[in-house]
């Protein structure tokens, strides 16, 4: 119990004014009496090879979260012109069963067009046509034909 209140009085008077326990900070030779120089040199070295990697690390961090982001604005763009095409396949589908249909009724109307002029023709030709008087030869004429 006495190595206990020793401990509490020993982090009692290492606070500082912030109420904060050990803020004086040792350095790595310092915190570690048994080793010598060269073991102190090699975890130096160790130090700031593991900043460096942290720091590439940060930045292939930075680089991948930018990638992703491009990629993720990508996707976002294939979505929608995605969602256009179905639109634009569907009213392309609309279109060519319009031109379809018009295409027929065109065609329906053409034919009918052609036995009407057929019909007539035919109907003209055995139409017993009056006589003409042509003015100018003062003739009588049985054909329109013979008028021109």
């Given at each position: 119990m006495?190595?206990q209140?020793?401990?509490?009085k020993?982090a009692?008077?290492n ?11 040792l350095t790595?030779?310092?915190?570690t009496?048994?080793?010598?120089m060269a073991?102190?040199n090699?975890?130096?070295?160790m130090?700031t090879?593991?900043k460096?990697f942290r ?7 930075c680089d991948l979260?930018?990638s992703?982001?491009?990629l993720?604005n990508?996707m ?9 095409n179905?639109q634009h396949e569907k009213v392309l ?5 319009r031109?379809?249909s ?5 065609d329906d109307?053409e034919?009918r067009?052609r036995?009407?002029?057929f ?12 006589k003409?008087?042509n003015p100018?030869?003062?003739?009588v004429?049985s ?6």
């Amino acid at each position: 119990m006495s190595t206990q209140r020793i401990n509490k009085k020993e982090a009692k008077g290492n606070r500082n004014d912030d109420g904060k326990v050990g803020s004086k900070q040792l350095t790595l030779a310092e915190a570690t009496p048994g080793k010598s120089m060269a073991d102190v040199n090699a975890e130096s070295e160790m130090l700031t090879e593991l900043k460096k990697f942290r720091k590439e690390n940060m930045d292939s961090f930075c680089d991948l979260k930018s990638s992703l982001n491009r990629l993720e604005n990508t996707m976002e763009e294939l979505k929608q012109r995605t969602e256009e095409n179905i639109q634009h396949e569907k009213v392309l589908s609309y279109l060519l069963h319009r031109e379809a249909s018009l295409a027929s009724k065109c065609d329906d109307m053409e034919n009918r067009l052609r036995l009407l002029a057929f019909q007539l023709r035919k109907a003209q030709a055995n139409r017993s046509v009056a006589k003409i008087l042509n003015p100018s030869s003062k003739k009588v004429v049985s054909h329109p034909k013979d008028v021109a």
